[in-house]
């Protein structure tokens, strides 16, 4: 046994994707009685604002959306139990495409080691044993879930922490998006241009290595979720009801890429190996 608890490091882009992606874990594990740490790169201020006005529409005011969601995230963190929070403060970049992903201060457009260095930073502080973010494809194409697996990556072969076996990439969610009907049903605006077609969201299954029965803290994720309301794409999920959403979303998936435990893979816990 170490002499410090066993600690979980979420790495996110967006207030309300620590909900969506890793709100059963987050949850699951600190009930476990480990260490939970979310790290939020962007404010979040493309996002929408009350009564679902767009960027750019009248009536957006960045700042205040980037406000609003701080309040959400504390909200969210309160239900899932997270045990820190770490804010990176980068504008959001919005969707491929958009102009804001230009602008000064955005995440997209921050040199990787910049802001790897300050991820590398809290990495050093928290030494988490497992580290968890989006794929490569930043889970469905968003530049700033890109650029938080770029930073986590980065800062994770920066730090080289003894016993971190960092994971990546939530899976399930796309399959789950799929089987609600094809399409996640994002507003016109949201969507890509067509001459950027998005990446598929999730993997197939034998990519997977980790899946992780959540099933009990749905609830939870659930109540996580509701906190980040004034975001359109949630309502979509919160219809579903408490049931049926936990149903769903249930078990969290993700794809082992370093690892210096040598844990047997197909496994059923992010610790494996660890505890
Ligand atoms: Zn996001």
Redesign the pocket.
Known sequence: MVDRPLTLMAV???P??EATGTGGVLARYAAEGFRTVLVTCTDGSCGDAPGGIKPGEPGHDPAAVAALRREELEAACRVLKVGDLELLGYADSGMMGWPQNDAPGAFWNTPVPEAAARLAELMRYYRPDVVVTYDENGFYG?P??IQAHRITMAAVAETGIPATAPRSAMAEFGRIVRELGGDWDLPEQDAPPAEDAAPPIGLPDEEISTWVDVTEFGPAKYEALKAHASQSENIFFLNLGVERFTQLMGRETFVRVRDSTGAPVPEEDLFAGLR
């Open positions: 996110h882009a967006h309300d994707d968003h700033d879930h």
